[in-house]
């Protein structure tokens, strides 16, 4: 927390902002742990990206989103289900679709980043861009 504060600090001096990822076995492994670490950070420079968690329902990662929505700085837009199985955007267009109107309602302006698709391959990265634009259409 105290290097976290300290980054943030020399950051800002560059109008830079920090944002942390969720990742598993890591402070940011849950809502509630990052939750608990960007609070403790307590820098108007450090944020969190977001992105649904492995094996976990809509509701859930909405509920997610809500909790992290005062330090979003961004998205990382995928469709695993039901856990690393990479699915085709168009499988959880409802929880994007959610997404962008969660976003909308609220006035958060973030980047949506497409991280991962099926079998990762670039030949379908333009027709999974436009599921996204679709999803986000849709509100």
């Known amino acids: 927390v105290a290097e976290t504060r300290e ?16 990742h598993g076995n890591t402070l940011t492994d849950s ?13 108007p420079s450090v944020g969190t990206y977001w992105q649904p968690a492995v094996g976990v329902g809509d509701d859930a990662a909405i509920e997610s989103l809500q909790a992290v929505l005062p330090w979003l ?30 976003l909308r309602s609220g006035g958060f302006p973030v980047d949506l980043m497409l991280e991962f698709v099926p079998g990762d391959d670039p030949a379908i990265l333009s027709q999974e861009s436009a599921a996204l634009i679709a999803a986000l259409g849709d509100h």
Do not use: C, M, N
């Open 31 to 43: 809502t509630g742990s990052a939750v608990a670490l960007l609070e403790e950070v307590d820098h």
């Open 7 to 22: 980054l943030a600090a020399q950051a800002a001096k560059r109008r830079i902002e920090l944002a942390f990822e969720y």
């Open 73 to 102: 700085r961004g998205i990382h837009v995928f469709s695993w289900w039901p856990r690393t199985e990479r699915l085709r955007l168009s499988a959880r267009s409802g929880l994007w679709r959610r997404v962008a109107g969660l």
